[in-house]
């Protein structure tokens, strides 16, 4: 594999509702990309970024992947993040190391809740969208996109949109240059001229194209009110600076799966989309728990951040993003969270399970490794064993939903506890608890997919099988007023006979625990 610079590395994260085509759009990249020699389907089970059995079994993602593509000698990361709201620690994880969001939206479906989440998860990043699936009968790429607009505002501009969409005759208008297209089944695309029942709407959408970049600028706001036109060197000069500054997100469409536009928005990456060295500034926590601002360099002390692990019976594999530096094999780093040392015996590159060793990763890249002693999500690795700061970590979700575990197998406690251990170390959403008070042992996650998942990966990997049933509540009772009661004991027996008189007074405390005291002072009963 070729070595790149910083500045010809870009780092996107493809998130939105689940089904709206993020793993189809991957797919499309890598083949186009020449990454992969066929162009998989989620339906088929033979995507590149779905590997996982369970990605394959259920035809939807469950886990973050990363897959990395060359267009136009830049190195494009690609992250595929699962749409299901379970796993949005997936999602976390992944935008945390992302240069760019690329939401992907449904022209059919439009604007749903899973792109409004995702929007919040972005914050603070540069954002683009791609409308997908313009092809399909019933697709209405206008409604999708004044709801994004009406939604997210005057920053949501479009530059690549549709026409005649929903039929085979469909064609796309690149409104930064004026030229309108059609695409063979290869992707390939060829000029045609624009019908003239679509002018008038393509003027609109230039309208709200130059509104969006004019405020980038005072001079080319100025130039907007006077309703001069913007020439095309300023259109790109304006989206390239918009999309760096996060005040502009530019409007894709096409088809995945019959790769139309897929071209177009590849080369927006590679020529318009922020590289790590447009985007230096990183935050880092003290031990204190004080959040700064640090400015990362190309040549400075080596930093890595991990966002994510994965691990299994034979190992735990580390994928990490190089936040400062140039990462070398056998490099030794200290973890700043753990004070282990490290070495880096094996550098790779990934292409979803697919992995290409390299000797070295430079500044904002994304790698993995594997054998890592004492490392784990969110560890900081470093050069410099004396840095003071580590890298925020990712702010995940707290599981709420609790099942009680019951083994299939008698005697299977212990594979089941350490099996679940190991699924701890990859994911930090789900919760193991020992139930002292109820006899169970609990497993807590996001939702019931996520639970079922885990099941299945207990059973996949570490081969003990068990059964999810809803946990048992240890209800508990308190006193919550003063309560006096009085008991009276009489029995005969010859002689003076038994007799007993009791009186107890039950009142609330402020401490959880119970207090006992005796009122009877010397014999006298008050």
Not at 16 to 23: C, F, Q, R, S, V
Not at 43 to 59: I, L, Q, S
Not at 66 to 73: D, K, L
Not at 518 to 526: A, I, L, R, Y
Request: proline fraction near 3%; glycine fraction near 8%.
């Amino acid at each position: 594999m070729a070595k790149f610079s910083s500045s010809k590395i870009r780092n996107i994260c493809l998130i939105g509702h689940g089904g709206d085509g993020k793993t189809s759009l991957a797919e499309a990249m890598l083949f186009l990309g020449k990454a992969t020699d066929r162009l998989g389907k989620t339906t088929d089970g033979n995507t590149v970024c779905d590997f996982d059995p369970e990605e394959k079994k259920r035809c939807i993602s469950v886990a973050a992947s990363v897959a990395n593509v060359e267009w136009n000698g830049t190195k494009i990361n690609i992250l595929d993040t699962p749409g299901y709201f379970d796993f949005v620690g997936e999602v976390k994880g992944a935008l945390r190391v992302a240069g760019t969001a690329v939401l992907v939206v449904d022209a059919k479906s439009g604007l749903k809740v899973g792109v409004e989440l995702a929007w919040d998860y972005a914050e603070g990043i540069p954002k683009s969208f791609f409308v997908n699936k313009t092809d399909d009968e019933n697709a209405n790429f206008d409604n999708t996109f004044n709801a994004l607009r009406e939604k997210f505002g005057s920053s949501v501009c479009p530059v690549f949109v549709p026409f005649n969409e929903g039929s085979a005759d469909i064609g796309y208008y690149n409104l930064l240059t004026d030229i309108a297209y059609k695409f063979d089944k290869n992707g390939n695309s060829t000029e045609v001229a624009l019908p003239d029942s679509y002018k008038n709407k393509m003027d609109d959408y230039k309208k709200q194209l130059d509104e969006s970049l004019a405020e980038t600028s005072e001079e080319l706001m100025e130039k907007f009110f006077m309703e001069e036109p913007l020439s095309h060197e300023e259109k790109n000069d304006a989206l390239n600076a918009g999309l760096l500054q996060g005040s502009i997100s530019p409007v894709f469409s096409g088809s995945a799966t019959n790769l139309a536009g897929v071209r177009i928005l590849l080369d927006a990456i590679s020529s318009s989309f922020s590289s790590p060295m447009d985007r230096k500034e990183q935050s880092v926590v003290d031990s204190e728990g004080n959040i700064s601002k640090i400015t990362s360099t190309e040549d400075g002390p080596v930093s890595i951040f991990v966002f994510k692990t994965l691990a299994d019976q034979f190992g735990k594999k580390s994928y990490f993003k190089v936040m400062n530096g140039t990462l070398k094999k056998d490099m030794m780093l200290t973890n700043l969270n753990s004070g282990q040392q490290e070495k880096i015996a094996r550098l790779a590159s990934c292409v979803g399970a697919k992995e290409t060793a390299v000797d070295e990763l430079a500044y904002g890249d994304i790698g993995v490794t594997v054998k890592l002693l004492n490392t784990n999500l969110n560890d900081t690795l470093s050069s410099d064993a004396a840095a003071k700061t580590r890298y925020t970590p990712i702010d995940l979700p707290v599981p709420y939903l609790c099942m009680a575990i019951i083994p299939k197998a008698k005697g299977d406690e212990d594979k089941i506890s350490s099996g679940i251990v190991k699924l701890l170390e990859e994911d930090y959403t789900i919760k193991y608890v020992n139930n002292a008070e109820t006899k169970q042992m609990c497993l807590y996650g996001l939702g019931d997919v996520h639970l079922d998942v885990v099941s299945t990966k207990l059973k996949n990997r570490f081969g003990t099988s068990i059964e999810l049933a809803p946990a048992r509540v240890p209800y508990r009772e308190t006193i919550k007023k003063k309560v006096q009661v009085e008991g009276k004991h009489k029995k005969q027996s010859g002689g003076h006979g038994q007799y007993g008189h009791v009186k107890i007074e039950f009142s609330p405390r402020d401490e959880e625990k119970l207090e006992f005291t005796e009122s009877v002072v010397g014999g006298s009963v008050p």
